[in-house]
Nanobody
Framework: QVRVVESGGGLVQPGGSLRLSCAAS????????MGWYRQAPGKQRELVAT???????DYGGSVKGRFTISGNNAEDTVYLQMNSLKPEDTAIYYC??????????????WGQGTQVTVSS
């Protein structure tokens, strides 16, 4: 079983910054991709950013130039630095981890989510 835990959400004013953290633990053999998705009320979950073990990075169109994803392969962690936040960035942010577990089975696990609210 793989456990995924996010932290770092909160309330911030427009134009402000937040840093989210995500840590994976448990029966992990290797991780292929870690990433962030978000879901606003009444909307579908959407891609924010992903990073692979080979450091390939992809961003959702609405966050390019404002958000930066980074990872620490040795510690199975991923971070999301969010700058120039806008009210439309308000959402629950979920961490997703994909890889191979110690039974050599592929897995995909989600965290419980962390709330980010951008408001004055």
């Amino acid at each position: 079983q793989v456990r995924v835990v996010e932290s770092g959400g909160g309330l911030v004013q427009p134009g402000g910054s937040l840093r989210l953290s995500c840590a994976a633990s448990g029966s992990i053999f290797s991780i292929t991709t870690m990433g962030w998705y978000r879901q606003a009320p009444g909307k579908q979950r959407e891609l924010v950013a992903t990073i692979t073990s080979g450091s390939r990075i992809d961003y959702g169109g609405s966050v390019k130039g404002r958000f930066t994803i980074s990872g620490n392969n040795a510690e199975d962690t991923v971070y999301l630095q969010m700058n120039s936040l806008k009210p439309e960035d308000t959402a629950i942010y979920y961490c997703n981890v994909r890889g191979v577990d110690r039974d050599y089975e592929q897995f995909g696990s989600w965290g419980q989510g962390t709330q980010v609210t951008v408001s004055s």
